[in-house]
């Protein structure tokens, strides 16, 4: 799971805590807007410890219940965002326009019922028709489906983790050093 995707399963409509994520969003960002950068270094490296960790529960307990099968990928729903284009010149820098492929699979569940479904997350280096490894789970919200790569498994909330333990502890020691003066 990247972290567009699991900005968009928070904050969908569809979470059923959407407005409490909401909420501490918005909490958060004037927190940090309105505070001094030790408690905001706090809060933040808060927010990544807790974004890693909760992507951790998602991903096992996808990978503890969920099915493992090959699905066929048969389109791609393509998603355009805009990303600063920096330039060595002064004026010459701006926006280009990167496209995203989510791939849209097609596989069977345990009932042999042929389920076609969006993954929330984008592949590289794919083609229609050629079969990936997935995880789905059949939940009460429908279908969750994560391609199967040791990637998003073992490695991805490890460095949001490391992320949030360096910006908490170097907050919590400039907070001590501020509060010993």
Do not use: C
Request: without cysteine.
């Amino acid at each position: 799971m990247k972290i567009l995707d699991f900005l968009k399963n928070t904050f969908s409509k569809n979470n059923k805590n959407y407005k409490r994520n909401l909420a501490l969003l918005l909490f958060f960002a004037l927190f940090l807007l309105f505070s001094n950068i030790e408690i905001a270094s706090l809060f933040f490296g808060g927010g990544f410890i807790y974004g890693g960790f909760y992507m951790r529960n998602y991903t096992k307990k996808i990978e503890k219940n969920g099915i493992k099968t090959k699905a066929k990928i048969v389109d791609f729903k393509i998603v355009e965002v805009k990303k600063r284009r920096r330039s060595n010149y002064p004026g010459k820098s701006g926006y280009e326009k990167i496209k995203l492929y989510f791939p849209i699979v097609v596989f069977k569940d345990k009932n042999e019922n042929e389920i076609t479904h969006e993954v929330d997350s984008n592949t590289n280096f794919r083609q229609v028709n050629d079969l990936i490894d997935i995880i789905y789970l059949n939940s009460s919200n429908g279908y969750q489906v994560l391609i199967d790569s040791n990637w998003r498994m073992s490695q991805f909330y490890i460095i949001l983790i490391l992320i949030g333990f360096y910006f908490f502890v170097t907050g919590l020691f400039a907070a001590i050093s501020w509060l010993s003066m």
